[in-house]
């Protein structure tokens, strides 16, 4: 006996079919899949042309399955089942989750985001282990190869082949100095920056910033006296110099008391900036990925808020 060329059977007349075939009513049947009762019944017709059995008959209380027909209804319904399972995505519990998030991230979303994202992710998804992981020249690379899941960055960031962005949240850049710094209680203006080294946060120390650029245009160069890959290094450079920071304001005002600092606006047209998660578009779909990037949103948006509160209190 020869298969069955699945190619040659009109798989549309399923829905039609289970609907009969458990309504044994043929205006009934219709209603559940938005047939009119007409057509309804033109179905019925090529399906007893195809299936070689009138399947409906009737009885003395109305239509009767045949035997053919008490045969293949539970087989019918099981795969109707069956083919919307494929198309239905499965429930996703991230309480149930058992495995670890690879993401890379400099000391300033360590700092600011990693102790609000651990509690929540103890208290929603405890078999979630998160790797904060160092920032390499391969980064992208790696999330490519899966080694990592995502990349914290800027909007400024380019994007490689086959990555996409989430964009957290906004921040904005600051002055900052020591206390005792001699030039603390002045008004600066841009060209006060020739006057004092700078320290710089620099992950691959390769170039220039957007506020080297702003400098730039009004004749003014950064003297660079420390350049590191790490902000909390930064801030406790300058803490004990007379050198000054342009850097993160969230970051800033979160550690000016602690470190005795004091953080002004920068002497040029305010610059804005954009954080954002970068993952493999290949991988966005995965619900645990989709998961934490919405959760990184909400903790980075409720960490704007409180430092905002903070300062102007």
Known sequence: MRDLNIASVDLNLLPALEALLRRRHVTRAAEDIGLSQPAMSHVL?????????????RGPSGLALTSRAEEIAPRVAAVLNAARGIYRPPPFE???V??????????????????????????????????????????????EDGSIDLVFADAQTPLPPGAVS???????????????????????????????????????????????ARLA?????????LSTPHFMASLAAVSATDMIATTSHLFATRHAKSYR?????????????????????????????????????????????????????
Not at 45 to 57: E, K, T, Y
Not at 104 to 120: G, Q, Y
Not at 169 to 177: F, H, K, P, Q, T
Not at 300 to 307: D, F, G, M, Q, Y
């Open 217 to 225: 245009k009004a004749g003014v160069a950064r003297r660079i006296g």
């Open 261 to 313: 600092l004091i953080v002004k606006e920068p002497p040029f047209p305010e610059i804005r900036f954009t954080s954002t998660v970068i993952g493999s578009a290949l991988r966005m779909n995965d619900p645990v990925i989709r998961w934490f990037c919405a959760l990184v949103k909400e903790i980075s948006e409720a960490v704007r808020r409180r430092e905002l509160k903070s300062s102007a209190a």
């Open 94 to 96: 991230v309480s149930k």
């Open 166 to 212: 989430t964009i957290i949240g906004e921040d904005r850049y600051a002055l900052v100095m020591r206390e005792a710094h001699p030039a603390a209680k002045k008004k600066w203006k841009v060209a006060e920056y020739a006057n004092w080294e700078s320290v710089v946060v620099s992950i691959f120390g390769d170039g220039a910033s957007d506020v080297d």
């Open 45 to 57: 017709a090529r399906l007893r042309g195809v299936l070689g059995d009138d399947l409906l008959v």
């Open 98 to 143: 058992r495995r670890a998030l690879h993401v890379a991230a400099s000391d300033l979303h360590s700092i600011l985001f990693v102790p609000d994202l651990m509690d929540r992710i103890r208290r929603e998804a405890p078999g979630i282990q998160l790797s904060i992981q160092n920032y390499t020249r391969d980064v992208f690379k790696r999330l």
